[in-house]
């Protein structure tokens, strides 16, 4: 089946290229199998989804075994808790997604400036890295990974730390310029930092 390369359903946004379920606060690649199991209960959606197609899908042959591995991508969807919201159990057997596609959101997120401008220096995009240089320590720049990007921000884990050693420190930068916000995870809450206007 031809897909775009993202697909939206609520907080969470699969990536068909990467194999990956984007969420705001990490991106988490799956296995081959997970991945073709997932897009099994995704594809087929509001259908029912029977533990052979599973079996088949995930190379397993055991009910204790497929319970286990579904859990495995709840868990990469941060679905965990009971009532699960995406992958549900039914009791004839077998397994449903149950979440709908957001058809109102355009699937590929938008195009970002390759540098974005701050008052204390300018972040420079080079592929999956965005650097900081930054006016008071032009020498020492801080090194961020891109995670992932949405219609409004590109979403970026400070590789350093130097901000706080030991503590990983999530950013985002508003595409179309902005308030720049920041937070430490565990609960994700954003605090607004700085102001960056796009250099297309």
């Known amino acids: ?29 799956l296995s081959e199998e ?25 190379g397993i042959s055991s009910d204790g075994t497929l319970t286990k591995q579904i859990q495995r991508i709840r868990e990469a969807l941060g679905d965990t808790h009971r009532p699960f919201r995406l992958i549900k159990a039914e009791r004839s057997g077998g397994y449903r997604w149950s979440a709908e596609l957001d058809r109102h959101d355009a699937t590929i997120p938008s195009r970002v400036a390759s540098v974005y401008i ?7 995009n080079e592929g999956a890295l ?7 320590e ?20 400070d590789e350093t730390r130097k901000r706080d050693v030991g503590r990983p420190m999530y950013f985002r930068i508003p595409i179309l310029g902005g308030v720049a916000q920041w937070t430490f995870p ?8 700085l102001i960056v206007e796009p250099q297309w």
């Open 1 to 29: 089946m031809d897909r775009p390369r993202y697909l939206r359903f609520g907080e969470i946004a699969l990536d068909s290229e990467q194999h990956a379920v984007l969420r705001e606060e990490r991106s988490s690649r």
């Open 34 to 58: 997970y991945w073709k199991a997932l897009m099994l209960l995704v594809e087929k959606r509001p259908e029912l989804v029977s533990k052979e197609e599973l079996f088949d899908a995930l």
């Open 118 to 124: 701050h008052p204390n220096g300018r972040f420079e």
């Open 130 to 136: 965005w650097k900081e240089l930054r006016n008071d």
């Open 138 to 157: 032009p020498d020492e720049p801080f090194i961020f990974k891109e995670l992932r990007r949405d219609q409004e921000y590109i979403y970026l884990y």
């Open 186 to 193: 565990n609960p994700i809450e954003w605090e607004n930092c």
